[in-house]
């Protein structure tokens, strides 16, 4: 029956996505042309929300864990295993209060209503994949940003998408010019749990009625710690809370 359900609901959850994206787009400009930032903010904050809820279209029971654990006046990075592009509004919305960020490829800059808008303009980290100079040099300048701010930087360190939920192995170039750049930041490990097995065959079609988790695990103390040993501790903990 989830599999019918499945064929009969993707379409309306994909048009549900897109069409969110397309109308908030204009508000989003506007929003920033005409007030500042901070409202540009808040209707970032207010799409990614309802593209949350738009889980339920596909049947889907999301809850969050471990919120409460977030520390309060300092900058967090936040180190998360990667499923799927509705990750995104996960992070952004369970992490709201923090103005998180994102290192991303410099392509999803362009041509993606909302979301390269608040990319380029949210002052992510857009990075050439191909110009390890240029993208340590913009991991950089977010980490000062977060450390000025007492903002939130997402960063994912496998790099890539785990289409069948298996996490990849986490790279730590990433995490240590954070934490170089934001030295009184605190990690956050967030694991997501569900959304490979919602997009068991991808865009379509997409399991019906499944359990989403996001949590948030015990924050971490970077200082003093070797970042290899580091990430590998982060990688087992995500994979030990996913059951891996």
Do not use: W
């Not at 949350?52 to 029971?61: P, S």
């Not at 050439?128 to 991991?139: P, V, Y």
């Not at 590998?232 to 891996?244: A, H, S, V, Y």
Request: hydrophobic share 40%; proline share 6%.
């Amino acid at each position: 029956m989830n599999t019918f359900l499945g064929y009969i609901f993707t379409p309306l959850f994909h048009l549900y996505y897109v069409l969110l994206l397309v109308i908030f787009h204009p508000f989003q400009a506007g929003a920033r042309h005409l007030f500042g930032d901070q409202p540009r903010r808040q209707v970032v904050d207010f799409v990614n929300h309802l593209l949350v809820l738009g889980l339920g279209i596909m049947g889907a029971r999301y809850k969050y864990k471990g919120l409460e654990k977030l520390p309060i006046g300092r900058p967090i990075i936040i180190v998360s295993n990667h499923q799927s592009l509705y990750d995104i509004p996960a992070i952004v919305h369970a992490f709201k209060k923090y103005y998180p960020k994102f290192i991303s490829k410099k392509e999803l800059s362009k041509n993606i209503p909302t979301v390269s808008y608040n990319l380029k303009y949210g002052k992510s980290a857009l990075i050439d994949r191909s110009n390890g100079g240029q993208a340590i040099k913009e991991i950089f300048k977010l980490g000062r940003l977060i450390e000025q701010h007492n903002y939130a930087a997402c960063i994912f360190p496998e790099g890539t998408r785990s289409k069948t939920g298996k996490v990849r192995k986490f790279q730590p170039a990433g995490l240590s010019t954070l934490v170089r750049a934001a030295p009184s930041a605190v990690i956050v490990p967030f694991v997501i749990d569900g959304h490979s097995r919602m997009m068991y065959k991808g865009m379509f079609p997409m399991k019906f009625g499944q359990k989403i988790t996001y949590t948030a695990l015990d924050p971490i103390e970077p200082k003093g710690r070797q970042i290899e040993k580091l990430i590998t501790e982060i990688e087992t903990l995500i994979k030990q809370n996913l059951g891996q």
